[in-house]
């Protein structure tokens, strides 16, 4: 799978995302590139399937167009995915979950749109990571903040990608960072 991760400096001006690269598909691995389609002011980060981060480049502009914020979006993704063919477990008795989970940022926020389409805010001075390396990124992130030493955003978000990449056998290829501006 793989592990992407935004982390919101403390003073709300800045948001930091990244991920590792590898994709792995059956047996075999391969160097793919960010899991994050970035469409100014917007990032969108997708820890799942490689063809919603597909379906998100293709729709990026009706995905991110006007957009209000969070739960404008997650309507959005929710339609073009489910127009793509994604379904919910037929017995499902709740809301439909697609799969997958995305982190949606832009230089004043960040949000958790999870696999049923419910939204987390991320809080300004803190982190948070999905896909499968997630725990450990989560742990190295609470590890440097807890630290007397204060790391710089792009530096805990690198230092928690390689934590994944180093433990988490799914994780690979290497960190991509970007500062959503």
Not at 37 to 53: D, N, Q
Not at 118 to 130: F, K, L
Request: glycine fraction near 12%; hydrophobic fraction near 45%; charge should be negative.
């Amino acid at each position: 799978m793989s592990v992407i991760v935004v982390v919101r400096a403390s003073d709300g001006r800045s948001t930091w995302v990244g991920s590792d690269t590898l994709i792995c598909g059956g047996n075999l691995k391969q160097d793919y590139g960010p899991k994050w389609v970035v469409h100014a002011p917007w990032a969108i980060g997708v820890a799942g399937h490689l063809r919603t981060v597909n379906l998100i480049e293709q729709n990026i502009e009706g995905l991110t167009g006007s957009l209000k914020g969070a739960y404008d979006f997650a309507l959005r993704a929710r339609e073009i995915m489910k127009s793509d063919g994604y379904q919910g477990e037929p017995d499902e008795r709740g809301p439909v979950a697609l799969g997958g989970t995305l982190i949606l940022a832009n230089s004043a926020g960040a949000w958790v749109i999870g696999a049923d389409f419910s939204i987390t805010t991320v809080s300004p001075g803190t982190a948070w990571a999905e896909g499968s390396g997630r725990e450990i990124a989560l742990g190295a992130i609470h590890a440097l903040q807890s630290l007397e030493t204060v790391f710089a955003p792009d530096d805990v978000l690198r230092r928690a990608i390689d934590a994944a990449m180093a433990l988490d056998i799914n994780c690979g290829g290497h960190p991509w960072i970007h500062e959503v501006a």
